[in-house]
């Protein structure tokens, strides 16, 4: 007969199994460090970052937006950020009027200027939603940065740097996401505080 494991066994289980995704960062310094250069140039010149996910993905880019234009841990001047997530009242009439594989191209035709970046955040890389944002960013004369996961998905191929967590598994792609999150901000504060 078999067992089941105990509710601390499982704990420890996932602990083990979250960490091992986050350890595979190391392996993706030089990609970290990249987008982090990309984004504090983009910052220094006065432009805008835009970012956009799906459900625990629009959490992410809720949370860098939010701590670009609040604070992080240092005081220091705001930050040009928009989460295009954010705004219910613009979603809904979009996804209402439109699509909603359209919620997000539509912002970033509104307000993306050229030298602006997109933050994508997709575990999946594949949400049509967020591939209509990364070609209206590049039509708009702006970049995409693709947090991603499974792989990297269509997204890959549209994004000008991507950092790939190699899982299948959404809620430790998300993990290892909200690291790379928190070192970015790390570096802005570096820069701007």
Not at 12 to 37: M, P
Not at 98 to 108: E, G, N, P
Not at 130 to 152: I, T
């Amino acid at each position: 007969m078999n067992k089941k494991p105990s509710s601390t066994d499982r704990i420890g289980d996932y602990i083990a199994q979250s960490a091992s995704i986050i350890f595979t960062l190391e392996n993706q310094i030089d990609a970290i460090d990249a987008v982090t250069r990309l984004l504090l140039k983009t910052l220094k010149g006065g432009r805008t970052l835009l970012t956009c996910g799906n459900g625990g993905s629009a959490a992410e880019a809720m949370h860098l937006a939010e701590e670009l234009t609040g604070k992080y841990n240092r005081p220091r001047r705001a930050l040009p950020a928009i989460c295009l997530c954010s705004d219910a009242s613009a979603m809904t009439c979009i996804a209402n009027d439109w699509d909603f594989t359209y919620v997000f191209s539509r912002q970033v035709e509104a307000f993306a200027k050229k030298g602006d970046v997109l933050v994508l955040f997709s575990t999946s890389g594949n949400s049509t939603n967020c591939l209509r944002a990364a070609k209206a960013m590049k039509d708009a004369g702006g970049q995409v940065v693709g947090l991603l996961g499974k792989g990297g998905g269509k997204a890959k191929k549209l994004c000008d740097l991507s950092i790939i967590i190699d899982s299948k598994h959404t809620n430790h792609i998300q993990e290892a996401h909200q690291v790379i999150l928190h070192l970015l901000l790390e570096a802005v504060d570096a820069e701007f505080a």
